[in-house]
């Protein structure tokens, strides 16, 4: 876990949750700064939407303590935590106009009606719905209606956002415009969000940091970049990046300088990162590159461990081209320029600096 | 609920289960009476004050079989029994078979389908003593079909199964049949529009005919709604009671008697509660026959997890 | 027929286009032997259906000498309303003379509170058991669903004495409990279906906006849920309306419902039988429903279908 944080906006302690004998949540702890941008990311059913269920107050938890701005909210209701959700559903009120989905809470809450106006017209504008707030949910389209499901966090004028998958719905070039316009949201708002998605590059692109989880356990929280190059093991190496990271089965060979060995090729890692002493003791790994980080012809020449090979399938996917190929008797892809000819059969030379490769033990999964 | 101000760290402590949701238990109060109150309870009881020799008031005399032993001593009891058995076999065999040819003739994208369902369910929002009334008219030998059969000649034509007592179960199973099989067809219309379209062309590609498609790949496919459906007839067959008050009253003599009928004359005419409670315990026992073996195929089998 | 003349130009078309082979739209047969087959017997089917209705209506036109001469299908000679307002005003049952009217305000006075009562009740407590699943729910639920197998003989005598007790046996009020009680399993199913399908983020939405149990209730599931409630006003106006055995035991003879009052009034065993006095009384007590039947059209199909469990 990263350094503890001060003052944190939201804080879960050792939280679990059971469903009879299953444990969904495993004594889980997260601490969310002010006005950061967390990502919950995983596969489905990996208890992401659940722990966002859990803050919200929608889930009542076994285990543990939520803390919101510094009050224990854990048995308050959701009405009570200073949240606002945004559902992947929407979840718009299908009876009520845009205005009185919006204004619902706040009526509920007998906000003044000048307030209650007020606020609207903020988020309205904030969001350009103006020109909606008298349609019916019915007559939106999946991008509106989102948007509209945005205000209604918006208008409770809370100190957290939470969106449970806000973008699923939507198709791939409405989702990437509401990606940005979320981002400028929370860069205008400066609340803190925390935002499930099972979407690695809406993660990569939102998040401050990203949390990711597997079996209702955090594998590893931090800095998208850090994600990216430094995966603590093999599950999130393999869930972030597409094309997904290459593995190659092998052993590790104790010395002065570590090296990998698989059939036929042997790798010095003299220039990768150990955590602490893990270089020191021979054992099965695993060895993970990724696709772009592994460079062709001229370029490979310069790089610290080249090899040869041939051209298996070549994949054109438009603005590159993936090309299939073995390394050391496995399967390895890696991305070329789409201007380069290559077709099956090829004899390539290819390349890669062991620096940027993550080597895992073949046992635990976990980085070395 | 726990939106009271509260000391910050009391709050900590997980809440008295029995307050969370406090609103969804009240409200809920109806449902939890009625379901230990009177389905288990009341249930409980009957049972219990069958091994009584209750008359006029319920007393817990306890006399143990007894009661049944004279029951299935009444030849009453057995002639209702019989009945009973009789008008199930036919409900069952008539309106499966009714039901699911009306249905498959009602699937073959015909016009006027609307009209043609509207027709044969109509019988089925009339109460059964509305039903019962008609026919023991439509029965009545000095008006009805019979005499009109004579008019037309035929003097020594015979159909009074009414006033018969051998045949008088089969002129109430005419009026239930009557009543009840368009329910059945509705409920065999919905399970013929689950099958997937693709099954029928499928069959039409490979040359089968359409009554084999029916009977070897259709109707296995509708096992379920066959289950669900014989699971409503034979509840319904079990509660049969109005129908037969109004058609009958139970004659000629006691040759259209009913065990629920009879459970009804025992409480409230004959004064002998012990009996009409041990019929029908002996009516929950037969339910259980059949409910239990459907359960536990429905249910039983494929437990969650 | 439409069929034939659509069918003519295309069977020339074919012809003159294509000597090798057909083309253009399949010629249809309207008078093929699978239709004549598939027609006769659904309209054969339809009026062995409609005889009933028939016969009930020429009788209740016809004056007594008519029938006891005529023939119980033939239309009648002489219309007469007089069944009619006999049945309506004058039939006798026993105790009193004042025909079917008595028994027509008693259902009434029955059905509507009922109705009302026995929808509020399972509404609630379908959507408790969609939405707020608290501990123990489901097992009462079960107990609920499995208790609408119970033979009802099984459960009226306790009732007898419930009722008894708190001072209600043989009121209205009485039964209009016996009502909701009976109707609770399957209207309770019905909303729980209703309300489970519905999308659950819809009411996680309102929670976070802070609406509690009834708030949510009322605003939120109550105005998206209008269909479901007429299905459930259709199966409980006809279901109770029709009841008979209910009304017999919980009632006295100056509340009986309109069903318990016609059967007194068909099978009673003194004086001359009036046939068309009787049909023209068995028409209407089941006009309230057959009245609800067609005008509710496909609604009471899927009414049926979702009570079909009661039997």
């Known amino acids: 876990m990263a350094a503890a944080i001060a003052n944190p906006s939201v804080s879960i302690q050792d939280l679990s949750l059971n469903f009879g004998v299953m444990s969904v949540l495993k004594t889980l702890n997260l601490d969310v700064a002010e006005g950061e941008f967390i990502v919950l990311l995983g596969p489905s059913g990996c208890g992401k939407s659940t722990l966002l269920n859990c803050i919200a107050g929608l889930l009542d938890i076994s285990e543990g303590r939520i803390f919101i701005k510094g009050k224990n909210v854990t048995w308050e209701e959701p009405k009570d935590r200073g949240i606002g959700m945004v559902f992947q559903s929407y979840a718009l009120y299908p009876q009520m106009t845009v205005e009185k989905n919006l204004s619902f809470g706040l009526r509920v809450a007998g906000v003044p009606k000048d307030e209650i106006a007020k606020r609207i017209a903020r988020a309205a504008e904030i969001l350009q719905i103006e020109p909606l707030l008298q349609r019916k949910p019915s007559a939106l389209s999946g991008g509106q209606r989102q948007r509209v499901a945005i205000g209604r966090a918006l208008v409770r004028d809370v100190d957290v956002f939470l969106f449970d998958e806000p973008l699923s719905n939507l198709d791939a070039k409405l989702r990437s415009e509401l990606r940005v316009e979320i981002k400028l949201l929370h860069r205008r708002l400066q609340n803190t969000m925390i935002y499930v998605t099972h979407d690695q590059i809406e993660a990569m692109t939102l998040a401050d940091r990203i949390a990711v989880m597997k079996g209702g356990v955090i594998q590893q929280l931090d800095a998208p970049q850090t994600i990216y190059n430094r995966p603590v093991n093999r599950f999130v190496a393999g869930f972030l990046g597409s094309p997904a990271m290459n593995f190659l089965k092998g052993e590790l060979e104790a010395g002065d300088v570590p090296v990998f060995k698989a059939d036929g090729i042997s790798v010095p890692l003299g220039r990768y990162a150990f955590d602490g002493d893990n270089g020191r003791a021979a054992r099965p790994c695993i060895f993970g590159i990724r696709p772009e980080h592994i460079a062709l012809g001229d370029a490979a020449k310069a790089m610290p461990f080249t090899a040869e090979s041939t051209v298996e399938i070549v994949d054109p996917m438009g603005s590159d081209t993936l090309v299939w190929t073995k390394l050391g008797g496995q399967i390895v892809s890696f991305r070329v320029e789409a201007d380069k000819m290559l077709s099956n059969g090829d004899a390539i030379r290819i390349g890669f600096d062991p620096a940027r490769a993550s080597l895992f033990d073949a046992q635990s999964d976990s980085r070395l | 609920m726990s939106s009271l101000a509260q000391p910050e760290m009391s709050n900590s402590e997980r809440p008295n289960q029995l307050f969370r949701n406090l609103n969804a238990k009240v409200a809920s109060i109806p449902m939890i009476l009625t379901a230990l109150a009177v389905f288990v309870g009341g249930t409980a009881w009957t049972v219990l004050y069958s091994f009584t020799n209750s008359k006029l008031l319920p007393r817990l005399n306890f006399v143990g079989v007894d009661q049944y032993y004279r029951l299935w001593a009444t030849p009453r009891w057995l002639v209702s029994i019989e009945n009973l058995l009789i008008y199930g076999i036919i409900s069952l065999v008539f309106s499966l078979v009714i039901g699911f040819v009306l249905a498959a003739l009602l699937d073959q994208k015909i016009r006027f389908e609307d009209t043609f369902r509207t027709i044969f369910l109509y019988p089925f929002a009339l109460s059964f003593i509305v039903t019962g009334l008609v026919w023991q008219w439509l029965l009545n030998p000095d008006f009805g079909i019979q005499r009109v059969v004579r008019d037309l000649g035929w003097t020594s034509f015979s159909f009074d199964p009414l006033y018969n007592s051998s045949i008088v179960i089969y002129g109430i199973s005419i009026a239930a049949l009557w009543q009840g099989t368009g329910l059945i067809m509705c409920l065999m219309l919905a399970g013929l529009r689950g099958i997937d379209e693709d099954i029928w062309k499928a069959a039409r590609v490979d040359g089968i005919p359409m009554w084999k498609t029916y009977l070897f790949i259709v109707i296995p496919m509708m096992r379920p709604v066959f289950i669900t459906t014989l699971v409503i007839i034979a509840a319904g067959i079990v509660k049969v009671y109005d129908l037969v008050v109004a058609q009958t009253s139970g004659g000629p003599g006691i040759a259209s008697e009913v065990p629920a009928k009879y459970v009804y004359d025992y409480m409230f005419f004959a004064q002998n509660l012990g009996q009409g409670f041990a019929a029908s315990t002996m009516m929950l026992l037969s339910v259980v026959i059949v409910i239990v073996p459907w359960a536990y195929l429905e249910f039983g089998g494929k437990k969650r997890g | 027929m439409a069929e ?308």
């Open chain 3, 4 to 311: 034939i003349a659509a069918s003519v130009p295309a069977q020339a078309n074919a012809l003159r286009r294509d000597a090798a082979g057909p083309s253009g739209t399949k010629p249809r047969h309207v008078l093929s032997r699978r239709n004549i087959f598939l027609y006769g017997t659904l309209i054969m089917v339809a009026l062995y259906y409609l005889l009933p209705l028939y016969v009930m209506v020429v009788t209740s036109l016809k004056g007594m000498p008519e029938i006891r001469l005529g023939n119980i299908f033939s239309p009648p000679l002489e219309i007469t309303f007089e069944p009619w307002v006999k049945a309506w005003s004058q039939a006798c049952t026993g105790l009193n003379c004042d025909g079917l009217s008595r028994g027509f305000w008693n259902s009434v006075r029955i059905t509507v509170p009922s109705v009302l009562l026995s929808i509020a009740i399972a509404s609630v407590n379908g959507y408790a058991l969609a939405n707020w699943r608290f501990k123990g729910a489901d097992t009462f639920f079960i107990i609920l669903i499995v208790g609408a197998f119970i033979p009802y003989q099984v459960m009226i005598y306790p009732i007898v004495i419930i009722l008894r007790e708190i001072g209600i046996y043989g009121t209205l009020t009485g039964l209009v409990i016996v009502h909701s009680i009976f109707g609770m399993p399957i209207l309770t199913l019905l909303f729980r279906n209703y309300f489970t399908s519905m999308p659950e983020e819809l009411f996680r939405a309102a929670r976070v906006d802070g609406a509690g149990f009834w708030g949510i209730y009322l605003r939120i599931m109550l105005p998206m849920s209008m269909p479901i409630f007429v299905v459930a006003i259709i199966l409980q106006v006809t279901g109770i309306w029709n009841d008979f055995l209910f009304g017999v035991v919980y009632t006295r003879p100056d509340t009986y419902p309109m069903t318990v009052q016609l059967n007194n009034i068909v099978n009673s065993v003194q004086g001359v039988k009036e046939y068309n006095v009787n049909m023209a009384a068995t028409i209407l007590t089941g006009l309230v429903p057959l009245i609800v039947y067609f005008v509710s059209g496909k609604l009471f199909v899927r009414g049926i279908a979702a009570g079909a469990v009661k039997g």
